[in-house]
């Protein structure tokens, strides 16, 4: 992708980012650069309420036009119970410390879409796969979050693909 007329700011920032990537030979700090802008342009199409990405993922319908939630009910109950901790919990500039090949990991595989359009955050997967794991342990579901979200450790695939899923 080049420059062109009418290119839109989005595409923008994502070219920048690419340019930047392709940088990472000449200095790892560019990888960096590169995730930062990449988040940066996710954050300006994604919400930071995650009443309204939670909103979204049970709202999913398949191509048949029957309900198709991403999200469990049981998840999705308790997280509603604590909406006000979890949107002060949360905290978006920790999507900030991934290099882009990270970054592009999980856009690529884990942040779930609506529509083919991300819907979620890295701070809002992370916060999903806590209380999936969790459940109503809200105490122990926001200890795996700070734990996860400052990247202590990471749970593999399965978990992070479908945890807070109806097929967990």
Known sequence: M?????????ELDTLAAETCAYMNIVHPS?????AKIAVN????????????VADQLRSQIDVSGRP????????????????????????????YQYDYFGYK?????????VDKKIVERPQHLIMRVAFGIHKADVKAAFETYELMSLLWFTHATPTLFNAGTNHP
């Open 2 to 10: 080049g420059m062109y007329s009418g290119i839109t700011t989005a």
């Open 41 to 52: 342009n996710l954050h300006k199409s994604t919400s930071d309420d995650y009443k309204v």
């Open 68 to 95: 198709a939630p991403l999200l469990a009910q049981d998840v999705y109950d308790v997280m509603m119970a604590n909406i006000d901790e979890i949107n002060k919990k949360i905290d978006y500039t920790r999507d």
């Open 30 to 34: 560019y990888s960096f650069l590169a």
């Open 105 to 113: 990991t999980l856009e690529r595989g884990y942040l779930m879409q």
